[in-house]
């Protein structure tokens, strides 16, 4: 078959139907990808109109070195957040530089990356309302040294470096690093028995 100049093999007005199909269902599922992908956003999953936030939780090297993920773990059920998203997974060198991006320029940037990917993490997604802020504050300030007790890092480090747990400090990072660490159908919408004394569902909003 000759070609005139400009003609396009794949002119799909030219493809048979086993290959329309399969564009069709290759669109498809694009278009699946991008639906869930939409539905991890935090806020996004709020199907009873309240403000529900899921942000990225990682359990850092030492905290899975030191068998410290359940107790970590432990104290987000306790208040009350649930786990929409769990795994044990090691970190690439590509995807440190992408989550750490913005400290790049920073003398302990290259330290930082070597420790994140050394050794597997926990990686979480923990959902509540207002969780960004609830969860900065039960892991306490940077520094182990510096973390007051009651918090993650003032109870269980006294490093500055290794220091046990990362989390999302805003919605916009939320949504990127959740973007970054889980693929789409990785963050499970579910109830759990206890919910409705979790938060007081009785006004219009639970609070
Ligand atoms: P993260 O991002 O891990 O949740 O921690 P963060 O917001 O509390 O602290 P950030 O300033 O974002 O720093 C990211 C991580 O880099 C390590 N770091 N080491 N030795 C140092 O001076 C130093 N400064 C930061 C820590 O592991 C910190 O969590
Ligand atoms: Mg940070």
């Known amino acids: 078959?000759?070609?005139?100049?400009?003609?396009?093999?794949?002119?799909?007005?030219?493809?048979?139907?086993?290959?329309?199909?399969?564009?069709e269902i290759i669109r498809l599922?694009?278009?699946?990808?991008?639906?869930?992908r939409y539905h991890l956003l935090p806020n996004n999953l709020n199907h009873k109109g309240n403000t529900m936030e899921t942000t990225l939780i990682i359990l850092k090297p030492d905290a899975v070195q030191r068998n410290l993920m359940g107790r970590i773990l432990t104290r987000f059920e306790d208040k009350g957040l649930q786990i929409v998203g769990c795994k044990l997974m090691r970190i690439s060198p590509e995807l440190a530089a992408e989550h750490y991006k913005d400290h790049a320029?920073?003398?302990?940037?290259?330290?930082?990356?070597r420790f994140m990917t050394g050794n597997p993490v926990l990686t979480m997604a923990v959902r509540?309302?207002?969780?960004?802020?609830?969860?900065?504050?039960?892991?306490?300030?940077?520094?182990?040294?510096?973390?007051?007790?009651?918090?993650?890092?003032?109870?269980?480090?006294?490093?500055?470096?290794?220091?046990?747990?990362?989390?999302?400090?805003?919605p916009e990072a939320a949504t990127r690093e959740?973007?970054?660490?889980?693929?789409?159908?990785?963050?499970?919408?579910?109830?759990?028995?206890?919910?409705?004394?979790?938060?007081?569902?009785?006004?219009?909003?639970?609070?």
């Open 105 to 113: 320029s920073k003398p302990f940037y290259p330290g930082l990356v």
């Open 1 to 23: 078959m000759s070609l005139r100049k400009g003609e396009s093999t794949v002119s799909s007005a030219r493809l048979g139907n086993p290959q329309r199909i399969f564009l």
């Open 128 to 170: 509540g309302i207002g969780a960004i802020t609830i969860c900065r504050a039960m892991m306490g300030a940077t520094f182990g040294s510096k973390a007051a007790a009651g918090t993650s890092r003032g109870d269980f480090g006294v490093s500055n470096s290794y220091n046990l747990i990362h989390g999302s400090d805003s």
């Open 178 to 207: 959740l973007g970054l660490f889980f693929k789409a159908g990785d963050i499970l919408e579910y109830s759990r028995v206890g919910d409705s004394y979790v938060y007081d569902s009785t006004g219009s909003k639970p609070e």
């Open 29 to 36: 599922k694009l278009l699946q990808g991008e639906f869930f």
